[in-house]
């Protein structure tokens, strides 16, 4: 009996082990997310699951937030009613048609610190940042559309996701799987950085 139990505990360690190193083997550097990472506006139409959306969601919440105040929500939408509703207002996010989920990255002045409305929008802008990589890294595909500064795009996204008065949407940022058209671009110029002084 005590065999038994010996031997099914160090198969149980073992199955985890193997399991770790899978999911380790996968793990992406953090440089080839960020070299990896590109607006992906083709979608297969495949649903993105809630357990990648947690993840993603999670990673948003990780961003730097000055005084550490978050003025951040989100809106975490998988419904293909509410896809396409966000869809019929915001002509500049039609992949969302084939997109399998969506994120709103929302913020609030009144909770940024000094109730900076410029603090919330940086704060959030890190947030949908970190949500971009969050995506890359899970091997997904994701594209930053704008609602902020748009007064008719946010007012669009307000009313079809009843988003208090208060609350500034800043992006829908459509999630998708990939169809594999879209690649990075090289956005290195030497001439953008000034070393020690301008
Ligand atoms: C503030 C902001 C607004 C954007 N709005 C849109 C948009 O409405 N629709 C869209 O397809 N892409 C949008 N983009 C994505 C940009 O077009 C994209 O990031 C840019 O072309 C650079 O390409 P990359 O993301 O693949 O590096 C937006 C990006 C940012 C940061």
Known sequence: MMKRIVITFFMCLLMAGLVYAKEDVKMKDTFSVIHARKSVRNFTGATVSKSDLDKILKAGMAAPTAVNMQPWSFVAITERKILDDLDAGLPYAKMLTKAGAAI???TEPDKAYEKSKDMAIID????????????EALDLGGVWTAAYPYPDRMKHVKTVLKIPEEVIPLNVIAIGVLAGQDKPKDKYKKENIHWEKW
């Open 124 to 135: 959030a802008a890190l947030a949908g940042e970190n949500i971009l990589l969050a995506i």
């Open 104 to 106: 709103i990255v929302c």
